[in-house]
């Protein structure tokens, strides 16, 4: 049996290559893929921009499947659902230390959370907003959304999202945060905030919105256009950290899976087949799109 993967060998230059199986080693797991994340913004980013000449790539990292095969010192039996990183592949081979285990009774797509909400916990762990600051978020997609449930779920009182999309304000709001469109915050200020828009103009209305000595952390990797640093960068004194890849996604999933919150089913909404991918991206490039499409491989 051969493995379909997805890879970009050029700027939108989408192709599905077989991939023959290979023999486990000790420490590993084989699996087959139930679901795989887009992360829009990201995913479009690197299809747009990958240079023709570099080896060809695979695309996507947030992959959720049941195990169909281990090997020696794996602790884990097949059957067993897990979340890794390797993207849009129908079946795939990781070392068992990034695996992580999905109990019974958390539902596939909240499980599928485990990846970016670790990653963007990390950014929240790097700038340590207190309860009582007044947070801002640019950007409501997946990487906003996320933030904003890691904030308000441990216990954030006052958050604040800038958001264009009327849609996603709305499924914004029901996280249980502020949501207004950009330019609609008026003369208030924040102590932090979290640019999650991939926008230089979300970027600059963040910075430009946090108080003297307010800090914030990048954590949209896929940006349209640089990242310019605003005046108020400045004249303010402001603190700006990058955050990407997460540290422990196991310790971050066992907090998960503590707090399933089912909100988590509607950020990953969205659904298609392996077969219509290539021609979903091509559909991602024009607004308005999902916060995540999801592909079922089912």
């Not at 926008?199 to 954590?219: Q, Y």
Request: aromatic letters at 6%; charged letters at 20%.
């Amino acid at each position: 049996m051969h493995a379909q993967v997805l890879r970009l060998y050029g700027p939108r230059k989408l192709q599905w290559d077989v991939q023959p199986r290979v023999e486990l080693q000790p420490g590993q797991v084989r699996f087959t893929t139930k679901l795989s994340a887009i992360s829009v913004a990201s995913e479009l980013s690197l299809i747009e921009n990958h240079d023709s000449n570099a080896s060809p790539r695979a695309v996507g990292y947030q992959t959720l499947g049941c195990v169909t095969e281990i090997s020696e010192g794996v602790p884990i039996p097949p059957g067993t659902r897990i979340v890794t990183t390797l993207g849009h592949v129908s079946e795939g081979v990781v070392t068992y230390e990034r695996c992580v285990v999905v109990p019974d009774d958390v539902p596939d797509r909240v499980a599928l959370a485990a990846i970016l909400g670790e990653e963007t916990h990390k950014g929240i762990r790097k700038i340590m907003p207190q309860t009582h600051d007044r947070i801002l978020v640019a950007g409501a997609g997946l990487l906003g959304l996320l933030t904003i449930f890691n904030l308000t779920r441990r216990g954030a009182a006052d958050v604040t999202a800038i958001e264009p999309d009327a849609e996603r304000r709305q499924l914004a709001e029901q996280f249980g945060v502020v949501v207004v469109a950009p330019g609609e915050l008026g003369n208030q200020e924040f102590d932090a905030g979290f640019e999650c828009s991939a926008s230089p103009d979300g970027f600059v209305e963040l910075l430009s919105s946090l108080r003297p000595h307010g800090r914030a952390c990048v954590l949209s990797d896929g940006n349209w256009g640089s990242l310019v640093l605003p005046r108020a960068f400045h004249d303010r004194e402001l603190l700006v950290v990058a955050s990407s890849d997460g540290e422990d996604y196991r310790t971050y999933a066992e907090w998960l899976w503590q707090h399933p919150e089912p909100l988590l089913t509607r950020v990953f909404e969205s659904s298609v087949a392996p077969a219509d991918l290539v021609n979903t991206f091509d559909r991602l490039r024009v607004l308005p799109r999902p916060v995540s499409v999801v592909v079922d491989w089912t």
